[in-house]
């Protein structure tokens, strides 16, 4: 039985990771928390017999050695924060173990490892995704993504939305927004334009043209986030931060998902078509630790993993046509989300069929 080490395996993401690794039954998982006797007590954990949890500050470079010694696999839910994921990735790579993080960055590319960065939510799944949605397409002319998220931001998915939407503001000189657009399943919600690396290789790799939006509830979340928007160019980490503090704030647990929202339209079959892929989940949290435990396992299991590999550019690998389907089923069949359907029209043919339902 492998062996997965998982640091912040009790935090707000990495739980979820944990959670689905010790479903399978397959692995023996050391869980690294700052604080074990919290970890011990939150009724979360209750019933993980493959788990055993150790006390430690990832800070404490001799721990980290012989963590990653006695483990098989790494995953890495430790906010970019704390701790760059590059330097443990440099670890597990002079020790030959495969590397697992949710984080992104420049950084992760000079890594001589093994293994899969950005293997989260967003980023990371959505490009995935949009190609798994386009699979039977002979010709895509053209697409539309919509994130909508409700819910606490973890630093990882606020710092990435305050580089994507600074991103496209520096490109076109003004961030794109859509008041009031209706949302299938969701309701009225504002729409952001969101540009990174992710929305590039996209379009780039799909030959069509396309757009990206992003949403975060109401009126008063948007206010939230241009405050945020508004210091993140000479204050990364600091406007990142704000803007998880203010998120708790504002929390409404009720309003809790995460959604994507995925129109594909093009030629299938010999035939004009346009087609909508929905996941639904119940948070970004969820959602990010479940794909990071799938990963995991992916590296735990390939043995012809070579490099450190984005997860984003996962469509691009020879791993894609052999593990997606499988990654859909489970997280399709995953308790986390509460719905992953295809339907044979628009998002807007959707919306007049769905408004209200939920």
Wanted: proline share 2%; aromatic share 10%.
């Amino acid at each position: 039985m492998n062996k997965i080490g998982i640091l912040g395996a009790a935090g707000d993401v990495g739980r979820y990771a944990l959670e689905y690794l010790n479903s399978t039954g397959r692995f023996q998982i050391e869980a690294v928390s700052r604080n074990i006797n919290k970890a011990r007590k939150d009724l979360f954990f209750n019933g993980m017999i493959n788990v055993s949890f150790t006390e430690a500050d990832i800070i404490d470079n001799a721990f980290l050695e012989e963590f990653v010694c006695r483990n098989d696999v790494v995953l890495n839910m430790v906010s970019g924060a704390v701790r760059k994921g590059s330097e443990i990735a440099d670890i597990c790579a002079v020790n030959n173990r495969p590397f697992v993080d949710a984080g992104t960055g420049d950084h992760f590319k000079n890594v001589s490892g093994k293994g899969f960065y950005t293997a989260g939510a967003l980023p990371g799944l959505s490009v995935p995704l949009a190609f798994y949605a386009a699979r039977n397409f002979s010709k895509v002319t053209n697409y539309r993504h919509i994130t909508s998220m409700s819910g606490v931001f973890s630093f990882g998915a606020a710092y990435d939305y305050l580089e994507g939407v600074t991103s496209s503001t520096a490109k076109s000189g003004m961030v794109k927004q859509l008041k009031g657009v209706n949302v299938p399943f969701i309701g009225e919600e504002d729409l952001t334009e969101y540009s990174d690396s992710e929305t590039a290789f996209l379009k780039k790799n799909l030959c069509a043209d396309g757009e990206s939006f992003v949403s975060f509830g109401g009126a008063e979340t948007g206010s939230i986030l241009k405050q945020a928007a508004v210091t993140f160019s000479t204050d990364k980490t600091g406007s990142a931060n704000r803007l998880v503090e203010l998120s708790r704030l504002h929390h409404i647990k009720a309003n809790d998902h995460f959604m994507f929202l995925i129109e594909i339209s093009g030629i299938s079959e010999e035939k004009e078509k346009t087609s909508t892929l929905v996941l639904r989940t119940e948070s970004s949290q969820s959602l990010t630790g479940l794909v990071s435990g799938i990963c995991t396992e992916m590296a735990a299991d390939e043995t012809d993993l070579s490099g450190l590999i984005s997860f984003s550019e996962f469509s691009r690998t020879p791993f894609f046509n052999r593990y997606m389907p499988d990654i859909v089923k489970k997280i399709s069949g995953n308790k986390r989300t509460v719905m992953f359907d295809e339907y044979d029209m628009s998002i807007d043919e959707l919306n007049e069929e769905s408004y209200g339902e939920i």
